[in-house]
């Protein structure tokens, strides 16, 4: 696989044709895209709510009315849309629930090496939460590792995509009820197959150069 030819090729659409659907295979792989993407410290400080149906599409469609009305069609006319969730809080439980998950995938050799990664674990969450106190900048940076891990693995899948910031956080937040749950909607990733009227995808990719972005050492 040339992975530099997705990466090329991938842009953001602007359009959706809205009679396509994705196959339950892709959408299996669209979802172990998001479980699987990196983190620091394996933190996963995320959750993604996944909505195919007209009607949980317009559930989500209703952060990009009034000043975001320009969003609207995409997230109406794609085949599905998946709303970036970053955790409200990295608190000391659910750092146990990811070290007790670690441990029954295998990852401790012995419990010196389960304390020793909750102990290097820990150290930076604390550090987030109570020295620096960016532990919700920290987290949504990890959440937009999970963003780019999606956009580049929908290309590969040949399936068009669209990040959308522009929603009411507090419209999206009460709809799907993400304070009681602990959460917070970062953004919105349109999945889909693009129609003819997407103009974006007959206007080239750019760009700048690679020596004005790159250094060599």
């Not at 599409?57 to 709303?83: C, E, P």
């Not at 304070?179 to 700048?208: H, M, Q, T, W, Y």
Request: with cysteine; net charge neutral; proline share 4%.
């Amino acid at each position: 696989m040339n992975i530099a030819h997705y990466a090329q090729t991938r842009y953001t659409t602007k359009a959706f044709d809205p009679g396509f659907r994705l196959s339950a295979g892709q959408i299996e792989q669209i979802e172990t895209l998001l479980r699987h993407s990196p983190s620091s410290t394996n933190s996963q400080p995320w959750h993604f709510f996944i909505a195919g149906s007209d009607e949980s599409k317009a559930r989500v469609a209703k952060a990009t009315a009034d000043g975001y009305a320009f969003n609207q069609a995409k997230v109406l006319n794609a085949s599905h849309v998946v709303v970036f969730c970053t955790r409200a809080a990295l608190d000391d439980a659910y750092l146990r629930t990811l070290l007790d998950q670690e441990e029954r995938d295998g990852r401790f050799a012995s419990p010196e090496a389960r304390a020793g990664q909750h102990k290097g674990r820990s150290h930076f969450a604390d550090m987030h939460r109570f020295e620096l106190r960016d532990a919700p900048h920290w987290m949504e940076k990890q959440v937009y590792l999970a963003v780019g891990t999606l956009l580049l693995g929908a290309a590969a899948l040949e399936i068009d995509a669209c990040p959308i910031e522009g929603f009411d956080q507090r419209t999206l937040g009460e709809e799907l009820g993400l304070r009681e749950k602990g959460l917070i909607a970062s953004v919105i990733v349109a999945l889909g197959r693009r129609s003819d009227e997407d103009f974006n995808a007959r206007l080239p990719k750019s760009r700048l150069p690679a020596e004005a972005v790159i250094t060599r050492l």
